[in-house]
C-alpha cells in the first residue's frame, strides 16, 4: 500500500482530506459513499493512495489500531518494522541494478 498522504504537508493534508470527504467528489456512488465516520464511529480524516490507483477515505484511529495489531502478531516494534522496510527497499533497489547484496548490512 502506498500513501504519499504522509509525506505531505498539514495544509494539503487538509485540503485532500475536505475534498475526498465532500459527497460530490466521491466517485463511488457506494453505499458508504455517504457515511463521514467509520463503522467504529471515527471520522474519516485519512485519504489512502494505493499502488494500484485507488483511493480510499480511512480513520486514524482503525489504523492505528490495526497497525499495532499487526506489529504484535509480527513481534516486531514499530522502529524494528521500519528499519526491516528500508532495508527490503534498499535491497531491492541494489537488485536491480545487479549489485550484490551485503550480508553484514542485514538487520536482526
Ligand atoms: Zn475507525
New binding site residues.
Given amino acids: 500500500m502506498l500513501t504519499i498522504f504522509g509525506l505531505l504537508g498539514q495544509r494539503r493534508r487538509a485540503k485532500i482530506t475536505e475534498i475526498v470527504s465532500t459527497r460530490r467528489s466521491i466517485r463511488s456512488r457506494g453505499p458508504n459513499a455517504k457515511n463521514t465516520l ?5 471520522p474519516y480524516d485519512v485519504v489512502v493512495i494505493k499502488k494500484n490507483g485507488q483511493i480510499y477515505r480511512d ?1 486514524r ?2 489504523r492505528r489500531h490495526h497497525k499495532a495489531k499487526f506489529l504484535a502478531r509480527i513481534g516486531m516494534t514499530e522502529s524494528e518494522y521500519g528499519r526491516r522496510r528500508r532495508y527490503v527497499r534498499r535491497q531491492k533497489i541494489l537488485a536491480g541494478r545487479g549489485l550484490p547484496v551485503v550480508p553484514s548490512l542485514v538487520p536482526k
Wanted: aromatic share 0%; glycine share 12%.
Fill in positions: 467509520c463503522s467504529r464511529g471515527h480513520c484511529e482503525c
